[in-house]
């Protein structure tokens, strides 16, 4: 019992101090740092959609970056030429446009499972690739560019400005903040109850009176629209979209960072999601590996098997073995 | 006997897999109060008749009603929610949860709610208390804290008939709830169906004779996918086929 | 569109789709039988491709010496991260799998770059192979390219016949459903699995050494091929040979006339026709046969 309070007021605990500390940030490091931190956060908030697919539910999804390029891409779009667009209805609409690909995505492959929807989520990833990268729609391989980022105002008073760095980190903060809150909220409310029902025993979860595709499919399309929340965030920070941001090894990596993290905890996804970016800075540090840096994917392909075959529950896994170990208390296999 | 009181009928029930015909033609009724086993040897097409019953798997041929309603093409989420539970041959529960979360997700089942995301589930003050009532009566009240993958087999099973309760069901399919259970255990376990029985339409596959007797009110014999007798207990017992067929080697 | 050149896009369309065929097989085979499913199955056919383009000068530019070599060569590499890596693999659930071999392919396409580098290469087809054939009185049809798509044929029709025809096929099938009654017949299950796994590496080397004359060897050539496996196996329904070969060719048609007469939406085609189907039967094609 006291080992149990223990660990439930270290994960607040962290989660808090890691609140502090990537609100201090800014004042800690210059131009590069917060643009650095704040792109992580923009993943990290991807990944946190992700888990609710993944941990939540147990629906292993490759497709993730299809609903975050989108997004990105329908920012820039709908943004008008030459004056910022409106925050209030640029953000819901670019959210929204991932929420519609992840309905139309979930309802295709949710009949499947198993590898199988693995690669039918991969499939349809690709797809929205190609539209984006052959199609007149998407401007070809070398994207579109953003002029003048959204603002939010009311009548004449201008109350958050993205152009300005900043600005834009501490929103994309407060994105992340509301993002955990909200589905925090969500895993412990009925229908975060009846997602992990799913993930565990989805046939019991039928023979109660669970209709599970309904539930699968609202995961999907809650999971769509912050992905593409980030894919938001992700055009407006960089001012500039092209057909990356919806490749496969996008979905890949943030697949890497969810289990890098631990997968099952909102904690591992934001801990995932900085640990693969310091990976990938490691790897291309020109300073440690001189002119192999090129190569980082090599070092960040073995790093991933390494990990993975070592670590299958991820960093926290990693922390929570280790707090079992020091208290014994006996631990049931999911 | 009194159709008034028939919950569940199944006419001419058949399932094929390919050539192999699991089911072939069963009929059989479910009446409030009373206990219908369904006996028979390995293979006989016990658990496909129940599949089928819940919903799990389409009939071949013939129809499902539950009170007087052609459920025939209804899946198994949507006659769950409409009355009939079902407790599994080999536990079906979850295993990481607390057994009074087993109990409170199978009660939710009734009271959905899924749009209300910032309501605490743990707080709800429909599907908590039910959960705690319908693992009191399973004689689960002592381990409602405790993961459900650490009990014992027997608490298992106990879980099993728990959360099958959970939904208020009118109508009860039970597979085989008495497997791997120890004297003990298995009078507990009656005890509770003999509780249920007044309430509860109840079709039970079992394989241990003894209890079968002792509880059942109507007894289906099924060989090869096709019913061979369906009767009283006692007429059952006395049947040349049956004996033949079945309870020579148990006796 | 003329007649004749309708019939050279029906005949690339079957080069092509055969090509997918067997590339989808060879993974199909190693999920079927083991349970695992590599990613990096992709990789091994660009392997294939550079050595094409590698061994030749090496080899003195003989064409079947050549591929006698790749497919030693393939055989050992296979058996080799059979034993290594993918051993591992068998009992991990299908997540770790899915982003091991996606490390893998991020080795496999470094290594590449740091020993061959990013260039596109061109292979040359033997000379003996490299006619035309006369269709019709304006059109000719390269030889070559009726010999990929012979080769696809007879490497699927052996490996079909092996499986379901012999007795090691019947053991490989059977160790598929039982591993530990094969293991108590007192068969070697991991001799068997890395034979088994060393054959669908080969069969995707063979693939990108036979097709590389055709599709030259450039990076990402392993990634393009993987995912358009996928979307075959997704099409015919997993665990299905007639649905692979029969989503393998219909991708290889839409695929095909649909560069020729939408070459704008080419890319995004075969994912409509998946898509499609899926809208129609939500399991592919055929369910497992």
């Not at chain 1, 039918?120 to 929205?128: G, H, K, N």
């Not at chain 2, 014992?152 to 399919?173: D, F, K, N, W, Y």
């Not at chain 3, 080795?107 to 192979?129: K, Y």
Request: with cysteine.
């Amino acid at each position: 019992m006291f080992a149990w309070l223990v660990m439930m007021r270290s994960n607040i605990v962290s989660v808090l101090l890691g609140g502090f500390a990537l609100a201090l940030w800014p004042l800690a490091t210059g131009s590069f740092g917060v643009d650095l931190v704040a792109k992580t956060m923009i993943y990290a908030i991807v990944a946190l959609s992700l888990e609710l697919l993944v941990g939540a539910t147990g629906l292993v999804c490759f497709g993730q970056a299809a609903f975050f390029g989108l997004a990105g891409y329908a920012a820039v779009k709908l943004s008008p030429e030459g004056a910022a667009a409106s925050l209030w209805w640029l953000l819901p609409v670019a959210m929204a446009v991932g929420a519609a690909y992840a309905l139309f995505m979930g309802a295709l492959s949710l009949r499947t499972r198993g590898v199988y929807f693995i690669m039918v989520t991969l499939a349809f990833a690709q797809m929205a690739y190609y539209v984006v990268h052959d199609t007149p729609l998407g401007g070809g391989t070398d994207g579109i560019y953003l002029y003048v980022k959204p603002v939010a105002a009311i009548g004449s008073t201008l109350l958050i400005d993205l152009d300005r760095p900043l600005a834009l980190y501490y929103f994309v903060f407060g994105c992340l903040v509301a993002v955990f809150g909200f589905l925090a909220l969500l895993g412990r409310s009925r229908f975060g109850r009846a997602l992990a029902g799913i993930r565990v025993n989805e046939q019991r979860m039928r023979a109660t009176g669970f209709s599970t595709y309904p539930y699968k499919l609202a995961a999907f399309v809650v999971s769509g629209a912050i992905a593409g929340l980030a894919g938001f965030l992700f055009a407006v920070k960089d001012g500039f979209v092209n057909p990356e941001l919806l490749s496969w090894h996008l979905s890949g990596a943030v697949l890497i960072m969810i289990i890098l993290g631990g997968i099952g905890h909102l904690r591992g996804a934001v801990i995932g999601a900085f640990a693969f970016a310091l990976l990938q800075e490691f790897f291309k540090s020109e300073t440690i590996f001189g002119g192999f840096a090129k190569h980082w994917l090599l070092g960040l392909g073995l790093a991933i098997i390494v990990s993975v075959a070592l670590l299958p529950r991820g960093l926290i896994g990693a922390g929570s073995l280790l707090t079992h170990r020091l208290t014994r208390t006996p631990r049931v296999e999911a | 006997m009194s159709a008034l009181g028939v919950l569940l009928r199944a006419t001419d029930v058949t399932r094929r897999f390919g050539g192999l015909v699991a089911v072939d033609r069963v009929s059989l009724e479910l009446q409030r109060g009373t206990v219908h086993a369904v006996i028979g040897t390995n293979g006989a097409g016990k658990s496909t008749l129940i599949n089928i019953l819940s919903g799990e798997l389409p009939a071949s041929g013939g129809s499902v009603q539950l009170r007087g309603t052609d459920i025939t093409r209804w899946t198994q989420a949507r006659r769950a929610r409409a009355g009939v539970g079902r407790s599994y041959q080999r536990t079906t529960i979850y295993p990481t949860f607390t057994v009074l979360e087993n109990c409170r997700l199978a009660a939710q089942a009734r009271h959905q709610r899924p749009w209300a995301w910032w309501a605490d589930a743990s707080a709800c003050a429909v599907s908590v208390p039910a959960a705690r009532d319908v693992a009191a009566r399973a004689g689960l009240a002592d381990v409602l804290d405790r993961p459900a993958g650490t009990l014992s087999h027997g608490q298992r099973r106990q879980l099993e008939i728990a959360m099958c309760l959970a939904t208020a069901p009118e109508v009860l399919l039970l597979d085989e709830p008495l497997a791997g259970m120890g004297a003990e255990e298995t009078e507990r376990m009656l005890a509770l169906l003999a509780e249920l029985k007044a309430v509860h339409a109840i079709a039970l596959v079992e394989h241990d004779m003894d209890a079968v007797f002792r509880i059942a009110d109507r007894i289906t014999v099924m060989v090869n996918g096709a019913v061979l007798a369906s009767d009283t207990p006692d007429a059952v017992r006395r049947n040349p086929d049956v004996q033949a067929a079945y309870l020579g080697s148990q006796q | 569109m003329s007649f004749e050149t309708f019939l050279v896009q029906c005949l690339n369309s079957l080069q092509y789709g055969l090509l997918l065929f067997l590339v989808a097989s060879g993974l199909t085979l190693i999920f079927g039988i083991m349970g695992v499913i590599n990613l990096a199955h992709g990789s091994f056919y660009m392997i294939g491709a550079y050595m094409a383009y590698a061994l030749a000068p090496l080899v003195g530019g003989g064409f079947f010496t050549t591929l006698a070599l790749g497919l030693v060569l393939a055989v050992v590499l296979g058996y080799a991260l059979e034993w290594a890596f993918f051993s591992f693999l068998y009992e991990r659930e299908h997540l770790q799998q899915v982003l091991m071999t996606y490390g893998l392919i991020l080795v496999f396409e470094e290594l590449r770059s740091i020993l061959v580098g990013d260039d596109v290469h061109g292979v040359q087809a033997p000379p003996w192979l490299a006619g035309s054939i006369p269709l019709g009185d304006l059109m000719t049809y390269p030889v070559y390219r009726l010999f990929i798509s012979g080769v696809c044929l007879a490497l699927a029709g052996s490996m079909w016949f092996v499986l379901a025809r012999t007795r090691l096929g019947m053991t490989i099938r059977a160790g598929a459903t039982n591993r530990e009654m094969v293991q108590s017949l007192g068969i070697d299950i991991q001799f068997l699995y890395r034979v088994v796994f060393a054959a669908g590496v080969a069969i995707a080397v063979l693939a990108g050494m036979v097709a590389a004359p055709v599709s030259s060897v450039y990076p990402g050539m392993g990634n393009q091929v993987l995912i358009i496996c996928f979307v075959v196996v997704v099409i015919g329904g997993i665990g299905s040979i007639r649905g692979a070969l029969l989503a393998a060719l219909l991708i290889g048609f839409v695929d095909t006339f649909g560069k020729v007469v939408f070459p704008q939406a080419a890319g995004v085609l075969v994912y409509v026709l998946m898509a499609l189907i899926l809208l129609w039967k939500p399991d592919g094609l055929f369910k497992a046969g």
